[in-house]
């Protein structure tokens, strides 16, 4: 009786989990590239590349696990605040892998989605994120988010503003959180169910807040560009073995 209570959305896509002992949707927080390359004498940038390159054979070892959202925090609200060069190489960097990457990663069925807030960002990046989406839009098997220029409270707040000024919603009424779903920067991916960090810190640093109140969270001392088909394997051994319960009880 107590189990049919406490019966909600989230209780049946822990079912789910448990049964496929797979994440639907893996998020990581890519993060050590900095002193990954100070460790062997390089600029900070040359972690940044190596951890760009590292996300190819990633979306391929994902895929080949079974998951289907994938989701990666390559760049937050917070990162501007960093030297404008490191700022600026990590734009060209990313310019630099969307234009030479998105052929592969399209020929793994995946669809490239960004989240994160548009302004800031150089008009040319903007132009070639908008190609990767175009170009990979019929992609069905695997969904590869960048998370670039996001925040967690950014993301909350751009959702409010966007509900404000949505003519067909009474703001007279209470919203709920389905109402406040629907203006997130990408309302049709499920929450993620497993948050991996690399690098040895032991925060979010602003990820997804909202989606990810749930989220079983793994964390390696790994750098990114280190972080492996290995680590891998163990994150999702860990996570299979996981009791989720939402605040509910045992079953
Ligand atoms: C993560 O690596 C990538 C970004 C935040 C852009 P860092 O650049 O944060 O690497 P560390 O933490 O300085 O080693
Ligand atoms: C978090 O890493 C953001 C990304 C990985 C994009 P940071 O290195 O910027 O986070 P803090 O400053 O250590 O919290
Ligand atoms: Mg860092």
């Known amino acids: ?12 896509i822990n079912e789910n989990n448990n049964e496929k002992k797979v994440p639907k949707h893996l998020a990581i927080i ?7 390359a100070k460790k062997r004498g390089l600029p900070r940038l040359m972690g940044h590349r190596a951890g760009l390159r590292k996300l190819e054979e990633m979306v391929r070892l994902v895929k080949r696990e079974g998951i289907r959202y994938f989701s990666v925090y390559a760049f ?51 132009g070639m994120m908008q190609w990767a989406e175009d170009e990979t839009k019929d992609e069905n098997i695997l969904d590869f988010i960048l998370c670039i220029n996001y925040g967690g409270r950014a993301e909350v707040l751009d959702a409010i503003n966007k509900l404000r000024h949505d003519k067909t919603i009474d703001l007279n009424q209470d919203i709920t959180e389905q109402d406040l779903r629907k203006y997130f920067y990408l309302p ?12 040895g810190e032991l925060r979010m640093s602003n990820f997804w807040m909202w989606e990810g109140a749930y989220s079983e969270f793994y964390f390696t001392d790994t750098y990114w560009p280190d972080f492996n088909y290995d680590n891998l394997k163990a994150a999702l051994e860990d996570y299979a073995g996981r009791d989720r319960r939402y605040g509910g009880l045992k079953k």
Do not use: C
Not at 190 to 198: A, E, Q
């Open 188 to 199: 049709d991916v499920p929450d993620p169910d497993l948050i991996i960090r690399t690098s």
């Open 30 to 36: 890519l993060d050590g590239n900095g002193r990954w």
């Open 1 to 12: 009786m107590l189990l049919n209570e406490t019966k909600n959305g989230l209780e049946n």
């Open 76 to 126: 937050s609200t917070e990162n501007w605040n960093r030297p404008s060069m490191e700022v600026q190489g990590l734009m060209s960097l990313f310019k630099f892998y969307i234009k030479h990457k998105v052929k592969e990663v399209k020929a793994e069925g995946a669809r490239i989605r960004f989240a994160g807030r548009k302004d800031k960002i150089p008009e040319e990046l903007l």
